[in-house]
């Protein structure tokens, strides 16, 4: 079989002949068919009919074999032209192969890497790092997980063009230290993604021994995401051991790319991984969550949005031309507060405020300084030793634009009263409604004793020159036979044209108490004043916002 050859283009060319002649052979077979297998007898007798149905028969018979014998053909012409694919396939493969070694043999003996391929991966269970791809062209290969407690390797980094190998996952550990994962290589120099980190081993059984920190991501070149950052690993927590700490996601491509997310911690006690930076354009990476959250990743200087922050951390700001605000990252500890809402630049959203667990929530975001709306103000959740804490105030519009929502207020405890809520962000300078104010909070006594007042319901935000004022949030519950919490009261319109916000309605009791509605916004030149809140339990409702200086009526009293 040594001396045997095939010429692909010649059996694509028998192929392509044969199915001629099979189209001809059909053609012909179609063209009978009407005048073979339907044959008309010579006469009315007997004789002539029997020999028309045998004649048919023969015609018929005839046609079904013409069909078994056609799709044979096309059988057989689809296996020539897979077989001259085939040698074609294999040839090229060969000749490929040929040039690549005589491509990369110069590179590979003066620098020790590819012209043009891919890395190696690394063997599993070593902790091997993945190889470098081609100085031109090629991917870095995957980094070889870690054994018994040993680091994972880290991924091999691509050459101009081609994406960053991943990190070996780090190799668990019974009682001892877990490895860590190994760092996602770097993208290419011109384009590619940074790879992935590999994730952190687990130290599961109780004893000594800390998981395994994440892998960072890879960084991107000129153009390209960066790598996402790994979980850490997970400890059983015993004798002062930790888990692992999550990676940090690679930067973004210099010209255009986005941040990679940070790992988290998977126990909620150690650091999560820092968000990866954008530069130029692309969005800023969110910061991973963890005991200390990450910090969120820059957007791009021009245009991208900021990442969210990880626990208790700020989002990042937008870019400078376009580009949202991150939302800040919720607190889970009383030893820590939540992260603020990130501003926007010239035209995008304000990020919402991180809540609190249990703090005070946290402001949002100012929105675009041409376009945008406020940040939602975080909630304040969880109950507090006394009173309840207050809710974070929207964030404000810029130029055009509606103000951010307040938060809610959080509960009370031994007799106390809950939290405030928020204060609606005003709206846009030229145009935008303000934003509604937040719920106020729950009174609430833990062990069953004593009287919890409900909290005030945060005022709505004012108006620019023209829109309508923000609605004052409603009052919290009164339990134990508290008060309902004062409804807030609502935003004022705008400077030129536009109504007072509705004032919030009293909060309700669980007993006797009562509660007063909140007052309606006033109008300033052209608008009708807001319609005051309603109270509860026989309490007074608010008043009636004063109507506009030139036109416009007074708001409506609450009812009680």
Not at 215 to 220: H, I, R
Not at 278 to 288: H, I, K, M, R, S
């Amino acid at each position: 079989m040594s001396f045997v050859i095939a010429a692909p283009q010649v059996v694509v060319s028998a192929a392509t002949d044969l199915a001629g002649i099979g189209s001809s052979i059909s053609a012909a077979n179609v063209a009978a068919a009407s005048s073979t297998t339907v044959v008309v007898a010579a006469g009315a007798d007997e004789v002539s009919a029997a020999i028309a149905a045998l004649l048919s028969a023969h015609g018929q018979a005839y046609q079904a074999l013409s069909a078994q014998a056609a799709a044979f053909h096309a059988q057989f012409i689809e296996a020539l032209r897979a077989g001259a694919d085939a040698y074609a396939a294999a040839e090229a493969a060969n000749v490929e192969q040929v040039l690549l070694g005589v491509i990369n043999g110069p590179t590979e003996a003066l620098l020790g890497r590819p012209l043009i391929g891919d890395g190696v991966n690394g063997a599993d269970g070593t902790g091997q790092a993945g190889g470098a791809g081609g100085i031109l062209v090629g991917n870095g290969g995957n980094g070889g997980s870690g054994g018994v407690g040993q680091d994972g390797g880290a991924g091999g980094a691509a050459g101009l063009f081609g994406h960053g190998g991943s990190g070996g996952a780090g190799g668990d550990n019974g009682a001892g230290n877990a490895g860590a994962g190994g760092a996602g290589g770097a993208g290419g120099l011109v384009w590619g993604n940074g790879g992935a980190g590999g994730v952190g081993g687990n130290a599961a059984f109780p004893g000594p021994g800390s998981g395994g920190n994440g892998g960072a991501g890879g960084s991107a070149g000129l153009i390209g995401n960066g790598g996402t950052g790994a979980n850490g690993g997970f400890s059983s927590g015993s004798f002062g051991a930790q888990s692992g700490a999550g990676g940090a996601g690679g930067d973004g491509g210099w010209l255009y790319g986005n941040g990679g997310n940070g790992g988290n911690d998977r126990s909620g006690s150690a650091l999560g991984g820092d968000g990866g930076d954008a530069y130029l354009f692309g969005d800023g990476g969110n910061g991973g969550g963890g005991g200390v959250g990450g910090v969120a990743g820059r957007a791009g200087l021009l245009i991208g949005d900021g990442g969210n922050g990880g626990s208790s951390q700020p989002g990042a700001n937008g870019g400078l031309l376009w580009g949202n605000g991150g939302d800040g990252g919720g607190s889970l500890s009383s030893f820590r507060t939540p992260g603020v809402g990130g501003n926007a630049g010239l035209f995008g959203n304000g990020g919402a405020g991180g809540d609190g667990l249990p703090q005070a929530g946290a402001d949002g975001g100012a929105g675009g300084l041409i376009f945008g709306n406020g940040g939602a103000g975080g909630a304040a959740r969880g109950l507090s030793d006394g009173d309840g804490f207050a809710g974070g105030n929207g964030g404000n519009a810029g130029l055009w634009g509606i103000g951010g929502t307040g938060g809610s207020g959080g509960f009370g405890a031994s007799g106390g009263a809950g939290g405030v809520g928020g204060t609606g962000g005003r709206g846009g300078m030229l145009f935008g409604a303000g934003g509604t104010g937040g719920t106020g909070g729950i009174g609430y006594e833990a062990a069953g004793f004593g009287v919890g007042t409900g909290a005030a319901g945060g005022n709505g935000g004012d108006a620019g020159l023209f829109g309508t004022g923000g609605a004052g949030g409603t009052g919290g519950t009164g339990v134990f036979g508290g008060s309902g919490g004062t409804g807030g009261t609502g935003g004022a319109g705008g400077l030129v044209f536009g109504d007072g916000g509705r004032g919030g309605d009293a909060g309700t009791s669980s007993g006797s108490g009562s509660g007063t509605g909140g007052n309606g916004g006033s109008a300033e030149w052209i608008g009708n004043g807001g319609n005051g809140g309603n109270g509860t339990g026989g309490g007074p409702g608010g008043s009636g916002g004063p109507g506009g200086k030139l036109a416009g009526k007074n708001g409506t009293d609450g009812t009680p």
